[in-house]
C-alpha cells in the first residue's frame, strides 16, 4: 500500500494531467467551430447560466464591455448567439445561445457527459460527496489564485531580435 506522501502526490499529478485533457478538449472543441477559447468558455457560461445580460457575461469571462462587444459581435455574425431584448427591461439586451450552438453542444459535450455520469453512477454517495467536495474547493483555491495573479504587475513582453 502507498504511504500517504506517494497518494497525495499521485492525486495531484491525475489532477494536473485531468485539467491538461480538459484544456486539450476544448481547444479541439473551439478548432472545430472556427473560434477562440474565450469565446468558447462564453458559449460555455450561457450553456451552464442560460441568457445573461452583456454585462453580466462580460464579467463572468473576465472581460471589459468593450471586448465583450467584440466576442458578441464575432459569435452572433458566426450564428453562435444572438442579443434578444430584455424581458422586463427595455434598454437592455440578453444575450443567448442559438440552436446551431445548442447542435454543436449536442454533438460534441452530450457524449461526454453522458459517459461521465455512468462513470458517477457507480460510485456510492460517500465517494460522490467527496468527489464533489474536492471539485468545489479546487474550483474555489483557482479563483482565489486567478485573483491573486491578476493583480500581479504585467511583464514587459520579451525582446525579438531582428534578423541581419
Same mark, same amino acid.
Given at each position: 500500500m502507498k504511504d500517504h506522501k506517494a497518494l497525495v502526490q499521485q492525486a495531484s499529478s491525475?489532477? !494536473?494531467t485531468y485539467q491538461t485533457a480538459v484544456d486539450r478538449f476544448? %481547444?479541439?472543441?473551439?478548432?472545430?467551430?472556427? $473560434?477562440? *477559447?474565450?469565446d468558447g468558455r462564453c458559449l460555455d457560461i450561457l450553456e451552464q447560466r442560460g441568457p445573461l445580460t452583456a454585462g453580466e457575461l462580460a464579467r463572468a469571462c473576465g472581460l471589459t464591455t468593450g471586448a465583450m462587444t467584440t466576442l458578441l459581435d464575432r459569435l452572433e455574425r458566426l450564428g453562435y448567439l444572438r442579443r434578444v431584448p430584455? =424581458?422586463?427591461?427595455? *434598454? !437592455? &439586451?440578453? &444575450? %443567448?445561445?442559438?440552436?446551431?450552438? *445548442? *447542435?454543436? $453542444? %449536442?454533438?460534441?459535450?452530450? =457524449?461526454?457527459g453522458r459517459e461521465g455520469r455512468d462513470l458517477l453512477n457507480c460510485l456510492s454517495d460517500s465517494q460522490l460527496e467527496l468527489i464533489a467536495k474536492v471539485m468545489q474547493t479546487g474550483r474555489e483555491l483557482l479563483e482565489r489564485h486567478t485573483e491573486r495573479v491578476e493583480k500581479l504587475p504585467k511583464k514587459a513582453p520579451a525582446r525579438t531580435r531582428k534578423a541581419g
Open positions: 491525475e489532477m !494536473r476544448d %481547444e479541439v472543441v473551439t478548432n472545430l467551430l472556427g $473560434i477562440n *477559447r474565450t430584455h =424581458p422586463t427591461d427595455r *434598454r !437592455r &439586451v440578453m &444575450v %443567448e445561445l442559438t440552436a446551431k450552438s *445548442r *447542435r454543436y $453542444i %449536442e454533438q460534441v459535450y452530450m =457524449p461526454v
